[in-house]
């Protein structure tokens, strides 16, 4: 029992990583599984990839989109791209969320051991619970292991600052298999070379080890990413990215925005810092610059390694805002034309790890104290972070959410109103309907659906989700959906200044697309140009609603369907002059 109230960190850990697995492997397809930018973006085309065999595949285009070269789409040197290759996909998405638990607190441990030194052993408790916390943040599904890659990009070049070899140099190189050069990659490539000027500056001797580190961390990137390079450096075509308008804020604006996400951060790096780590950090932080003040000392306030962490979450704060001051976004893409619509203020995905590693030396610190009431208050406070992370209803906590869901399903004896992975894509009814269709290929589109639900059932589609395709093809589609932006505004600037979900959107409300079961629209025409779908090959919509005008747009139906394990009613629509098959 001793050895066992030792080690509570350990059972801790251990504890949430079974409990994970068990919830997600034992609930299966009936977990609920966030949707935005997850289940309506990567998952789709990962599945889109294998039912073409397009992973490896050179010089072929995938049908979406009206069709796009495949090198738009993340690389098959990605580790995460390769679970999906390797098994089917709800099994790939599950081992994702279990691997970004085990890199998350496996590269934290790393850092911990190196930045300890001979006192780790001290320090272990804190270092697991800090890498456990980091390790299951819900961060953006298909960028969770990048994310849990950080403390070790940063443990690999404190390697090689300290230690020059080849084994740390290819380590670097092979790093990003476990990245994404264009959320992470080049901001880590950024944040190296301001390392390397600081240590020459601060050393007077040139820190050639980390010179090294960059250029092999460049070139990993380079060989795993050379799709993306390639597209980036040699496509030729014009984008969406020429036309997309991240907006202009004023000053008032900018501040509150530096704030806001000072203080919460942003949905896609959801560190759960606000209500625990944030106050703890801030209150920390000026005891700790009064006693400089007090020792007559204000040099330790620059020297030292928290305040460092604060000026970095600051910087990242001040990066993420000023991206909304249009002259200044204008003076970077004018310096750097490439960058051109493209989000340099994504240094915010940097905050959440420097959040829990000046958590993570506070806590130290409490520990330095010898006090066992400080110890056990640190050890308090590493649980309380962990517990907090984990009963969140945060938009990717899908842990949360499917038992929640269960729970629900289990007291009331009736299904929660979300839909689970399984239901969203409801592949046995899109199945059926493909067979009794006929469907061959044909170019289709969604209507009350993400497009991803026909892309991850095998329909080309002309509408889709993408942030980097041809602008001249945002212009072919925008005719198809013109009728319902010339009613809708808000989905007009919306489609016009970003583009990136080209949909058919509704004439009178600003969605239709909803993963819910109580499904309920008001108005059901549909507002789109029929002659403009035919142009672009357009012959089926797939549609959740039962429209009411489809002879006016020349559609006419050519099937219902329904499955019992799928809350969708299908309505299969054709166009009037296109022969069914």
Same mark, same amino acid.
């Given at each position: 029992?001793?050895?066992?109230?030792?080690?509570? $960190?350990?059972?801790?850990?251990?504890?949430?990583?079974?409990?994970?697995?068990?919830?997600?492997?034992?609930?299966?397809?009936?977990?609920?599984?966030?949707?935005?930018?997850?289940?309506?973006?990567?998952?789709?085309?990962?599945?889109?990839?294998?039912?073409?065999?397009?992973?490896?595949?050179?010089?072929?285009?995938?049908?979406?989109?009206?069709?796009?070269?495949?090198?738009?789409?993340?690389?098959?040197?990605?580790?995460?791209?390769?679970?999906?290759?390797?098994?089917?996909?709800?099994?790939?998405?599950?081992?994702?969320?279990?691997?970004?638990?085990?890199?998350?607190?496996?590269?934290?441990?790393?850092?911990?051991?190196?930045?300890?030194?001979?006192?780790?052993?001290?320090?272990? &408790?804190?270092?697991?619970?800090?890498?456990?916390?980091?390790?299951?943040?819900?961060?953006? &599904?298909?960028?969770?292991?990048?994310?849990?890659? *950080?403390?070790?990009?940063?443990?690999?070049?404190?390697?090689?600052?300290?230690?020059?070899?080849?084994?740390?140099?290819?380590?670097?190189? %092979?790093?990003?298999?476990?990245?994404?050069?264009?959320?992470?990659?080049?901001? *880590?490539?950024? +944040?190296?070379?301001?390392?390397?000027?600081?240590?020459?500056?601060?050393?007077?001797?040139?820190?050639?080890?980390?010179?090294?580190?960059?250029?092999?961390?460049?070139?990993?990137?380079?060989?795993?990413?050379?799709?993306?390079?390639?597209?980036?450096?040699?496509?030729?075509?014009?984008?969406?990215?020429?036309?997309?308008?991240?907006?202009?804020?004023?000053?008032?604006?900018?501040?509150?925005?530096?704030?806001?996400?000072?203080?919460?951060?942003?949905?896609?790096?959801?560190?759960?810092?606000?209500?625990?780590?944030?106050?703890?950090?801030?209150? =920390?932080?000026?005891?700790?610059?009064?006693?400089?003040?007090?020792?007559?000392?204000?040099?330790?306030?620059?020297?030292?390694?928290?305040?460092?962490?604060?000026?970095?979450?600051? %910087?990242?704060? %001040?990066? +993420?805002?000023?991206?909304?001051?249009?002259?200044?976004?204008?003076?970077?893409?004018?310096?750097?034309?490439?960058?051109?619509?493209?989000?340099?203020?994504?240094?915010?995905?940097?905050?959440?790890?420097?959040?829990?590693?000046?958590?993570?030396?506070?806590?130290?610190?409490?520990?330095?104290?010898?006090?066992?009431?400080?110890?056990?208050?640190?050890?308090?406070?590493?649980?309380?972070?962990?517990?907090?992370?984990?009963?969140?209803?945060?938009?990717?906590?899908?842990?949360?959410?499917?038992?929640?869901?269960?729970?629900?399903?289990?007291?009331?004896?009736?299904?929660?109103?979300?839909?689970?992975?399984?239901?969203?894509?409801?592949?046995?009814?899109?199945?059926?309907?493909?067979?009794?269709?006929?469907?061959?290929?044909?170019?289709?589109?969604? +209507?009350?659906?993400?497009?991803?639900?026909?892309? +991850?059932?095998?329909?080309?589609?002309?509408?889709?989700?993408?942030? %980097?395709?041809?602008?001249?093809?945002?212009?072919?589609?925008?005719?198809?959906?013109? &009728?319902?932006?010339?009613?809708? &505004?808000?989905?007009?600037?919306?489609?016009?200044?970003?583009?990136?979900?080209?949909?058919?959107?509704?004439?009178?409300?600003?969605?239709?697309?909803?993963?819910?079961?109580?499904?309920?629209?008001?108005?059901?025409?549909?507002?789109?140009?029929?002659?403009?779908?035919?142009?672009?090959?357009?012959?089926?919509?797939?549609?959740?609603?039962?429209?009411?005008?489809?002879?006016?747009?020349?559609?006419?139906?050519?099937?219902? =369907?329904?499955?019992?394990?799928?809350?969708?009613?299908? $309505?299969?629509?054709?166009?009037?002059?296109?022969?069914?098959?």
């Amino acid at each position: 029992m001793k050895k066992l109230i030792k080690n509570w $960190y350990l059972i801790i850990a251990a504890g949430i990583f079974l409990l994970s697995a068990i919830v997600f492997f034992g609930a299966g397809e009936s977990s609920i599984i966030s949707v935005h930018d997850n289940l309506d973006l990567f998952i789709a085309q990962f599945q889109m990839l294998k039912n073409t065999n397009s992973f490896f595949a050179h010089g072929v285009d995938v049908p979406f989109l009206g069709g796009i070269s495949r090198d738009n789409l993340p690389s098959e040197f990605s580790l995460y791209t390769l679970l999906y290759f390797l098994m089917p996909s709800y099994q790939a998405y599950v081992t994702g969320y279990l691997l970004k638990i085990v890199i998350g607190l496996g590269s934290s441990l790393l850092l911990a051991r190196d930045f300890c030194g001979n006192g780790y052993e001290k320090y272990r &408790p804190l270092a697991w619970m800090m890498g456990l916390a980091y390790g299951i943040l819900n961060v953006f &599904p298909a960028f969770g292991i990048p994310f849990a890659s *950080i403390p070790l990009i940063v443990y690999l070049v404190r390697r090689i600052y300290k230690d020059p070899s080849l084994k740390w140099y290819a380590a670097i190189f %092979f790093y990003p298999l476990l990245s994404y050069f264009s959320y992470f990659g080049l901001f *880590i490539l950024a +944040y190296m070379a301001a390392a390397f000027l600081w240590l020459w500056a601060k050393n007077k001797k040139c820190p050639v080890g980390i010179l090294i580190g960059i250029a092999a961390l460049a070139a990993g990137c380079i060989v795993f990413e050379y799709r993306l390079f390639g597209v980036m450096l040699f496509g030729g075509e014009e984008t969406i990215r020429s036309t997309m308008e991240a907006g202009s804020f004023g000053a008032a604006q900018i501040g509150k925005t530096i704030i806001d996400v000072f203080t919460k951060g942003m949905f896609h790096a959801e560190s759960m810092h606000t209500y625990l780590v944030m106050p703890v950090c801030l209150l =920390y932080f000026f005891c700790l610059n009064i006693s400089y003040l007090k020792e007559r000392n204000p040099g330790g306030i620059f020297h030292d390694t928290f305040n460092l962490l604060l000026l970095v979450l600051l %910087f990242n704060s %001040f990066i +993420y805002g000023v991206y909304y001051c249009e002259p200044f976004r204008g003076i970077v893409e004018a310096i750097c034309p490439p960058l051109t619509g493209w989000q340099f203020n994504r240094t915010v995905f940097f905050s959440p790890f420097v959040w829990y590693a000046a958590f993570f030396l506070v806590l130290k610190r409490l520990y330095d104290n010898e006090g066992a009431l400080l110890r056990q208050a640190a050890n308090t406070l590493s649980v309380a972070a962990v517990l907090l992370i984990l009963l969140s209803g945060t938009r990717y906590n899908d842990l949360y959410h499917t038992g929640k869901a269960k729970a629900y399903e289990l007291l009331k004896g009736k299904q929660s109103n979300d839909l689970s992975y399984g239901e969203f894509y409801s592949s046995a009814l899109f199945e059926m309907a493909k067979e009794d269709l006929g469907y061959d290929g044909e170019w289709s589109a969604a +209507y009350g659906f993400h497009p991803a639900v026909l892309e +991850y059932n095998g329909i080309a589609t002309l509408d889709g989700y993408l942030g %980097f395709y041809g602008q001249a093809y945002k212009e072919d589609f925008r005719r198809v959906i013109a &009728p319902a932006l010339d009613r809708v &505004p808000e989905s007009r600037e919306y489609f016009d200044t970003w583009g990136a979900r080209a949909y058919l959107y509704s004439g009178s409300e600003l969605s239709i697309v909803s993963a819910v079961r109580d499904y309920q629209v008001s108005d059901h025409d549909i507002y789109i140009d029929g002659d403009a779908f035919k142009d672009l090959g357009g012959k089926y919509i797939f549609s959740r609603i039962e429209l009411s005008n489809a002879e006016d747009v020349g559609l006419m139906l050519a099937g219902i =369907y329904t499955g019992e394990n799928s809350p969708y009613t299908l $309505y299969v629509y054709a166009c009037a002059d296109t022969p069914l098959s």
